[in-house]
């Protein structure tokens, strides 16, 4: 078999690995920068008069997220670093095997048999995510061939980017991109 350069979407972001959505919190929270305020609505006085919500910016791509709906300035913390971590799978890739893909021990230790079941709300969601997301645009939006490489069904493989739609979108807008038709939620 010879070699295929994988795909690049001018569209995403490329970073060097390891994914950012994949690193310990303490690593990720290196890279970026945080901020509190105050917002006003709803939550009484303890919201207003403390600084509780929370703004997180990842500096080299420049995504960011906010979290104000909670009381305390931890959880919206917590929230607000929980965004970022799903907008990084989403939006940000990078360089992987097109056909030889090396999968992470995280990968390799959720996936049972050909099946991944993972929920959306768990911690190792936007990990998983980024590295499915990888593999399918190395793979030039060819999902069956990246459940292949990644070693789980089809089936399995849209269904964990299903879970959020962001993902969902810009894995239909790719395949548009390149003349594929898209999948159907």
């Not at 979407?9 to 994914?19: I, S, W, Y």
Request: overall charge positive; hydrophobic content about 35%; charged content about 25%.
């Amino acid at each position: 078999m010879s070699y295929r350069v994988p795909y690049v979407d001018p569209r995403l972001t490329m970073l060097q690995a390891p994914h950012p959505a994949t690193l310990e919190e303490s690593e990720l929270l290196k890279q970026c920068t945080v901020e509190f305020g105050r917002v006003s609505g709803p939550g009484g006085q303890h919201r207003n008069r403390v600084d509780t919500a929370c703004w997180v910016q990842h500096t080299a791509t420049g995504i960011e997220a906010q979290a104000t709906e909670r009381r305390s300035q931890g959880q919206n913390k917590g929230m607000a670093i929980w965004r970022v971590r799903l907008k990084l799978a989403v939006h940000c890739r990078t360089p992987t095997s097109r056909d030889r893909h090396q999968c992470s021990e995280l990968w390799c230790r959720r996936r049972q048999g050909e099946k991944m079941s993972v929920n959306p709300e768990h911690g190792d969601y936007p990990a998983l995510l980024a590295e499915a997301l990888d593999v399918i645009v190395a793979r030039r939006y060819d999902v069956a061939g990246a459940a292949g490489a990644l070693g789980i069904t089809m089936s399995q493989l849209s269904r964990l980017v299903r879970h959020h739609k962001h993902a969902f979108g810009m894995l239909n807008d790719g395949r548009k991109a390149v003349g594929l038709v898209p999948l159907r939620s």
